[in-house]
């Protein structure tokens, strides 16, 4: 074990930076909330005076043959308050002891390897991306084919190792898109049923902006290109390009060059985005517009943005909805939206059988138990299970519904961007050069950014 944890120390750094993801506040998502201090927190233990456990209602799972018990090592922060609720219930419910112990924002990597070195260590804890894949592999029990992964209805999130292994499943996760408010639409004429392609969203938007004095609206929002707002276009939109180069085979680490094959799809819906606004694209550049703002108060109809808006938006626009990044892609009729976590459960492989069965009830009732989900819901905006109770974010439930509908989610592919900062910055430069002037030998230049550049940054942080 000791040589186990040496190792990965080594690639701590490593992982820390990419658990960052998309969900990180210098890239558009929700940071995450701060600890209440800086050390751990944990479940206060259970009475040792109850000896006898309350009769278990209906949607209560059994307790765990051998007497198991569970050990979550969580990695939010903003939700602990809510684990420790759930994870009392279920032990007045069965009998079961759950303990959650909650990293500091920003220390679940280095608290992972503390607690895995102990006698009694996590059996239930999060592997998020493919960098934890290798590092924690051998500690994961394999979930193919077992009740919790039977529970999923979506294979999207889940981690697999280079064997097959299902290594961990994600039990939450965000999305992002074009937010639309739907009352807009109806206003200039059209409705939702006339967007399920480009040609749909591109008739609509050029048909409201050709309109706007007369609506007293505009189509899309802002896209400046400031630090505040461009990721929404350098690291959310660029997605579509990588996603649909994967063609079908998801990257599992950042490959040495991309093709570029899609971005004269990418040009379609950037260049309507853009050409069909409040703003004018020479004023990009410098900032200083309000996207969400403009949203909010009926300026446009469309804002490019994520699931953390909806809390944002959703009082001033209360039927606001999210639609996937139409681009004129091939069949992207059955297109979902951009989703991602870095929230996956594993099972501890070296746990004890009772306390790996006891650990699996638990999260099985997670998912299913009314109840349980909902509080989990309401703390984790969606989880991608068929029992579990339906998304109060109304974003992320626009994503649960096009998953169940049978469309594909476009997965977080921009994750892979190779020194990242850098190379938005390149994709910054050359964006705002285009806008001031959209002619073919500057939309070359973003080309140049896009695919040498991706090629240029790998080799400078891989050599």
């Known amino acids: 074990m000791k040589k186990k944890i040496v190792s990965t120390m080594l690639c701590a750094a490593m992982i820390t930076t990419m658990l960052a993801g998309c969900g990180g506040s210098d890239n558009g998502g929700t940071a995450d909330a701060p600890a209440a201090d800086d050390s751990a927190t944990e479940a206060p233990a259970a009475d040792d005076s ?15 043959a051998g007497g198991g018990s569970v050990y979550w090592l969580n990695f939010k922060p903003e939700s602990d308050e809510v684990l420790q609720e759930v994870a009392a219930d279920y032990t007045a419910k069965t009998g079961v002891e759950v303990k959650v112990v909650t990293a500091a924002s920003g220390t679940y990597s280095t608290t992972l390897l503390s607690e895995m070195d102990k006698s009694a260590p996590p059996t239930l804890f999060v592997i998020g991306n493919q960098a934890g ?4 592999k051998d500690y994961a029990l394999d979930l193919n084919g077992t009740a919790i992964a039977n529970e999923l209805n979506t294979d ?40 399920k392609n480009f ?8 048909d409201i902006h050709a309109r706007a004095d007369e609506l007293g609206f505009d189509a899309f929002s802002s896209s400046d290109m400031d630090d505040s707002s461009s ?9 579509l390009e990588y996603y649909y180069e994967q063609e079908g085979t998801a990257w599992t680490e950042c490959p040495p060059t991309i093709t570029g094959k899609y971005l004269d799809n990418f040009k379609n819906l950037y260049d309507l985005c853009i050409n069909n606004s409040l703003t004018d694209p020479k004023e990009l550049a410098t900032g200083g517009h309000d996207a969400e703002n403009e949203f909010k108060t009926g300026q446009a109809a469309f804002f490019v943005n994520g699931s953390w808006e909806y809390e944002a938006v959703k009082a001033d626009v209360p039927n606001a909805t999210m639609i996937p990044y139409y681009c004129g892609v091939a069949g992207e009729e059955k297109a979902g939206l951009n989703c991602g976590t870095e929230n996956c459960w594993a099972i501890n492989s070296k746990a004890s059988a009772e306390d ?33 109770a339906e998304s109060t974010n109304g974003f ?32 910054v430069s050359a964006l705002n050069q285009y ?7 500057n939309w070359e230049t973003v080309r140049m950014a896009f695919v040498d550049g991706w090629a240029a940054e790998y080799n400078a942080v891989n050599n």
């Open 50 to 64: 109850a000896t006898e456990a309350p009769a278990a209602d209906d949607s209560a799972a059994a307790p765990a």
């Open 133 to 136: 894949v290798k590092d924690w």
């Open 156 to 195: 999207a999130y889940n981690l697999y190792d280079e064997t097959g292994k299902l290594v961990s499943i994600g039990y939450c996760y965000e999305c992002y898109g074009i937010i639309v408010n739907p009352d807009l639409i109806e206003q200039a004429g059209h409705t939702m049923d006339e967007i």
């Open 199 to 206: 040609d749909g969203l591109k008739a609509v938007a050029e």
């Open 231 to 239: 990721w929404r276009f350098t690291g959310h939109m660029a997605n």
């Open 356 to 388: 790996q069965q006891a650990t699996m009830d638990f999260m099985v009732w997670c998912v299913t138990d009314p109840d349980a989900s909902r509080k989990l819901v309401d703390t984790f905006g969606v989880m991608p299970y068929k029992s579990a």
């Open 396 to 427: 992320l439930a626009a994503a649960d519904k096009y998953t169940s509908d049978g469309c594909y989610v476009m997965n977080w592919a921009t994750n892979f961007q190779p020194n990242v900062d850098s190379y938005r910055a390149t994709l």
């Open 435 to 441: 806008n001031a002037d959209q002619s073919d030998a």
